[in-house]
Structure formats: C-alpha cells, structure tokens
C-alpha cells in the first residue's frame, strides 16, 4: 500500500511542472519574470498542499488497516439468528431460531409455583411469544420424569423446533454409553433440556459457554457417585442418583437426598470451570465451592418450581460432615442459606 503512495508523490511533481509550462504559458501569453515567480511560489505552496494531502491518505489508510484488523477478528463470533448453526453467541447467551408465523421470538421455561400462568400441583412448562406467557399451550407434568416421557413428544410438535438446532445437543453427543449403565446421548440432551428450561439465567449460559468453548468432555455414565476429573476432561455422572451415600453411614442428614438433575448441574459446573474458567489451576476448595453454590442453585430452582422437589434441602458445604442448615423443614433451611457455604 505505502509503495502506491510514494510512486504517485514521485510522478506528482514532474507531470504538475510540465503543466505549468505548457498551459500557462500558452492561456496567458506573458512568460514574464514576474509571472514565473508567482507561478513558482502558487507551485510550491500547491506542492506543498499536495505532499500533505498524500500523507493524509496514507494515514487514514494506515487507521482503516489497523481498525480493519480486529473488525475481521470479532465478525465470525457474531451471532447469526438466521443461521440455524449460529445458536451460540459470543455473550453466551442462548439464541432462539424458533419464530412463529409472524416472526416473533418463541422461547420457553418452567414457570415458580404461584408464578401467574402456573398450573397448581403441577411442574409448569410455560412457552412464550416474544417474552410474554400464552395461555396455550401449556404443559403441566407431575415431576421431572414425566419430563423425559412427555418432552420429544412437546417439542415434535413445535413449529420450526429441532432437536440439533438447541444449545445441548453437541454436549449429548459427547456421551461414551456404558453397557451396564441405562443411559443414552437421547436421554442426555432432555436432562440438558430440563437443566436450561428450569434455569435460563445460569445454568443455560454454562451450557452455551461450554458448547462454544471448542473443547469437548468425556462423559461416562456410572452407578458410583458423580464426579469430574479435571486432569482427564472427563464428566462421571449417576443418572439414577436420588440419594448420596456417605463413606460414614452412619451420617444421615436431609440434604442427603438429591436428584440426578442436581448431580448434573454440580458435575456440569466443575466443566465448565475447566474448560471456560482455567479450572485446572484452581485448588480443591475453589473448585468445589463453585461446583456446590451451582447445585445449591439447582436445589433451589426445582424446590420452587417442582411440587415433587418440596424434599430438596440445601447443601450445606462439600463435605458430607457438614450438618443441615437450620430449620425445621427445607422451607425454613432455604430461609437461612445466604448464597455461600464452607468447603
Ligand atoms: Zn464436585
């Protein structure tokens, strides 16, 4: 680019001078000396006028050059709402592609109990047009296992709904099943489903993040506790997992009872750290702290929104020596737990 610049500067002045003789000579008629010293000095200021309206081009061409740079950096990060593969944006926030007729934004979540719109006794599964609640459709399922027969069923009937557009089917497919394990990529990405439908704010934001970090997770199946190894990238999960069992079996404590959606949520959380987060530089009681304030998270949401969930308690720290949080049911403990809890 500067060489274009510096051979135009350098043809500039000798085409300019020639010009000079010839023209003005020729239009005038009066070659006398004091016409060519006004013309000389009329020249120079021009040349002069001209040098610096070339080294302003080439510094405007210089900043469009070095603004340039980052723009084609940052463009392919850009969220592509049309594009049915550019369902994760750089914010990681989820991207709907589902529009209906009119072209309005269709999205859903489960409703809180007593939220308007939620069906009584019952896990509300709310959809919503452009941000607003509609009446119709909407699901009342018993509990989360209702979830996973009912859901395929909801969503193939959604208009312009598909199972590989949504944030959570590349993480299905991470799945390495274990034969001796009930559980499959299908099963997974309605539990992933449930995870974002119950909590779009948090939780679904890990699983964008996740998705769009260009790493991927081992994830096995077991019948053992669940759990992640940050060395090995590697997610354990117990699908069938509605109580822990302590190493001390002789601790009982309410917040023993669990669900395998917040086993995921905890486990999910721990990849999350690793891969978006450097977890792997992290101590023990760091990673954990993280991993149990998001169970602790999913705990919460499934107390307020599923009927079935009424059981769930709060976790009172990694360990499973820590005691309940006080109160004399979940309702009360929930009452005093303020966000954080030791290691
Ligand atoms: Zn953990």
Redesign the pocket.
């Known amino acids: 680019m500067r060489e274009v610049f510096c051979c135009h500067n350098l043809s500039f002045r000798p085409s300019y001078e020639k010009e000079d003789i010839s023209d003005g000579a020729a239009r005038l008629r009066v070659p006398g000396p004091a016409w060519r010293l006004a013309r000389w000095f009329v020249a120079e200021r021009e040349w002069e006028m001209a040098r610096f309206g070339t080294r302003l081009v080439e510094g405007m061409a210089l900043l469009l050059i070095t603004l340039a740079v980052p723009i084609v950096l940052w463009f392919p990060q850009m969220p592509a709402e049309n594009d049915p593969n550019g369902r994760i944006g750089s914010t990681g926030l989820p991207i709907s592609t589902n529009r209906d007729a009119s072209g309005g934004r269709i999205t859903y979540r489960f409703l809180y109990r007593g939220e308007a719109g939620a069906l009584e006794d019952r896990l509300t599964l709310g959809r919503f047009l452009d941000g607003a609640l509609q009446e119709r459709p909407r699901w009342g399922l018993i509990d989360t296992r209702q979830w996973f027969d009912w859901a395929p069923d909801i969503f193939a009937r959604e208009p312009g709904w598909a199972a590989e557009n949504q944030p959570g089917w590349r993480i299905s497919t991470w799945l390495r099943p274990d034969a001796s394990v009930e559980c499959d990529s299908e099963q997974l990405f309605w539990v992933i489903q449930a995870l974002r439908l119950l909590d779009p704010e948090s939780l679904a934001n890990e699983i964008d993040m996740l998705e769009g970090s260009g790493q991927t997770v081992r994830i096995v199946p077991t019948h053992g506790p669940?759990?992640?190894d940050y060395d090995e990238d590697t997610l354990y999960w117990n699908p069938m997992s509605t109580e822990h069992i302590p190493a001390d079996e002789r601790l009982k404590w309410k917040w023993f009872q669990t669900d395998p959606l917040v086993a995921l949520a905890?486990?999910l959380?721990?990849a999350w750290h690793d891969l978006c987060r450097g977890g792997d530089a992290a101590s023990v009681e760091e990673?954990?702290r993280l991993?149990?304030a998001a169970?602790n998270r999913l705990r919460h949401t499934l107390f307020l929104k599923d009927p079935a969930c009424s059981h769930l308690y709060p976790r009172p720290g990694?360990q499973e020596t820590w005691p309940d949080l006080p109160g004399a049911s979940a309702l009360e403990a929930w009452g005093n737990y303020y966000g954080r809890v030791p290691y």
């Open positions: 669940s759990d992640y905890h486990v959380n721990h990673r954990e991993a149990v169970e990694h």
